[in-house]
């Protein structure tokens, strides 16, 4: 299991106690309790974009039990090119199972298999199981690593064995790309690494077309399964009969990212922005939520609620509205970017990317309290930052998204 890394600098820092008579203060990194913060003024809601490939969902049946017959497929669909596998599974079977995705070449050809990020986690908590795995996806992502490459009806699998009542949890991203001769050569596989792990593409971030591949290469399509089984690997998943729904949701959505650009204002004290709110109502932001389709269970329209396994691109731009000077230079003033479970409780991942960039791992928190996780720092020659995050698995949305100008714990 990838156990949880603690941010370096503090896990609930409490410095004065108020038996002193002195007043509460905490370090970076710190749990503060909701309370103290006061009432938070709500961002204008960003409309997102949807952007990337395919979203392969697995969250249903999502326990696993003594009475299924083993081995079986979760969930299948066929993709092209580029996609991402979401699965959350318990394991309460009586007996070790081995659960992840299998990919198979279904063409006449042989096909190169690439990752571009892969985050797994296994615990007996759930949240810390789907914390593992954002965090090594986050770790992974943009960084394409050649896995195999696949005959035709040969299958890769990435899977994980999981104990009794452990979670085995996923959240991966690979690339199939066509080999019409049977080999690639070395300047080729360089070449499309490189494309791989670069923004400058012919299409919209996150995507892959064919333009964008070198010269004499296409876009694979390969059958994805998730499958669970409790002894030998199947030598073919994409025959595995599917297994029973159970209450939860699995399915094939059409794009696994999401950007947005919204503003913070250093002027306007306390602000707030939930992110992954349940569809329904009035917390999600426009263009938030896209409908998917249930592949196995009749083609039926299904919704990922809280968008799990859906990367969140957020581009954050400090501007001061209250005087003429800080229209064009934002003040000098640290904002504190915390995060509030207002939806419940659970163990969260933040990644503000850059070339020294690492994911930030929350301690367990609860909605009556918010994760410190990072201070912007605006002068006049900075003012735009950049903010990764998505709902783990195991764990509760929303996601609040907290600003406080000039806040330091006191």
């Known amino acids: 299991m990838v156990g949880p890394r603690t941010i370096s600098i503090s896990i609930l820092g409490l410095l004065l106690t108020a ?31 949807a952007q990337g490939g395919p979203l392969i969902f697995s969250d249903s049946p999502e326990d696993l039990k003594a009475t299924d017959d083993f081995p079986v497929a979760l969930y299948r669909d066929e993709v092209q090119g580029k996609f991402r596998v979401f699965y959350h599974h318990e394991n309460v079977s009586l007996a070790s199972l081995t659960i992840g995705v299998a990919i198979t070449n279904v063409s006449d050809h042989a096909e190169l298999l690439m990752a571009l990020g892969r985050g797994q986690g296994l615990s007996i908590y759930p949240d810390v199981a789907g914390q593992a795995a954002l965090d090594g996806f986050l770790l992974t992502q943009r960084l394409p690593r050649f896995l195999t490459v696949l005959r035709p009806n040969q299958s890769y699998y990435a899977v994980q064995t999981a104990s009794e009542k452990e979670t085995a949890s996923g959240l991966l991203e690979f690339v199939v790309v066509n080999l019409p001769d049977d080999s690639l050569p070395f300047p080729s596989i360089y070449n499309l690494s490189r494309m791989l792990s670069s923004d400058h593409r012919s299409g919209p971030p996150g995507t892959l077309s064919r333009a964008d591949l070198p010269p004499g290469l296409d876009l694979g399509t390969a059958a994805v399964t998730t499958v669970a089984y409790d002894g030998s690997q199947p030598s073919d998943p994409a025959d595995l009969p599917v297994i029973t729904p159970g209450n939860n949701t699995r399915g094939t959505f059409p794009h696994d990212d999401r950007l947005g650009h919204f503003v913070v204002d250093p002027s306007a004290g306390l602000q707030a922005l939930p992110v ?34 859906i990367l969140y691109d957020l581009h954050i731009e400090v501007r001061n509205s209250k005087t003429r000077q800080t229209q064009t230079a934002a003040p000098n003033v640290s904002i504190g970017m915390l995060m509030q479970p207002s939806g419940g409780s659970g163990q969260y991942v933040m990644n503000l990317p850059g070339p020294r960039s690492q994911p930030l791992m929350s301690p367990s928190v609860n909605y009556k309290s918010a994760w410190w996780f990072y201070e912007l720092q605006p002068h006049p020659a900075r003012r735009d930052f950049e903010l990764q995050t998505s709902l783990p698995g195991g764990s509760d949305g929303p996601q609040r998204l907290l600003f406080a100008p000039g806040f330091t714990g006191d």
Do not use: H, K
């Open 19 to 49: 038996s002193c008579g002195m007043a509460q203060q905490y370090q970076l990194g710190s749990l503060v309790p909701v309370s103290t913060l006061g009432t938070a003024t709500l961002i204008p809601q960003p409309t997102l974009t």
């Open 276 to 309: 992954d709110s349940g569809r329904t109502g009035s917390g999600a932001m426009p263009g938030e939520y896209q409908a998917g389709v249930d592949t196995v269970d009749g083609n039926i329209q299904v919704y990922d609620n809280g968008n799990y396994g």
